[in-house]
Nanobody, 113 residues
Framework: QVQFVESGGGLVQPGGSLRLSCAASGISFDEAIMTWHRQVPGQAREWVATMFPGGATFYDDSVKGRFTISRNDANGTLYLQMNSLKPEDTAMYYC???????WGQGTQVTVSS
């Protein structure tokens, strides 16, 4: 059974940092193209970042230079290091294997003073 469990969200002040984690199971993680997405209530889910098995990474322009996606293939975990956070980064964050119909429960990130 494919499962993604996100954690690490919370409340942080503007300019602060958070590190999100995503524990994946039921997939060949070391071969998977992994992604982070985020969603604000009432809006469509939007793509944030992607990491390929070979290490190539891609980011939405809104987070480029502030967020870093990484992975640990040994334990099947995906990460998102978020620095210089802005109020507009407030959202529920989800990880996913690219193209999979399965989503985790997400982890809430709130950036507010």
């Amino acid at each position: 059974q494919v499962q993604f469990v996100e954690s690490g969200g919370g409340l942080v002040q503007p300019g602060g940092s958070l590190r999100l984690s995503c524990a994946a199971s039921g997939i060949s993680f070391d071969e998977a193209i992994m992604t982070w997405h985020r969603q604000v209530p009432g809006q469509a889910r939007e793509w944030v970042a992607t990491m390929f098995p070979g290490g190539a990474t891609f980011y939405d322009d809104s987070v480029k230079g502030r967020f870093t996606i990484s992975r640990n293939d040994a334990n099947g975990t995906l990460y998102l290091q978020m620095n210089s956070l802005k109020p507009e980064d407030t959202a529920m964050y989800y990880c996913q294997e690219a193209g999979s119909p399965t989503w985790g429960q997400g982890t809430q990130v709130t950036v507010s003073s």
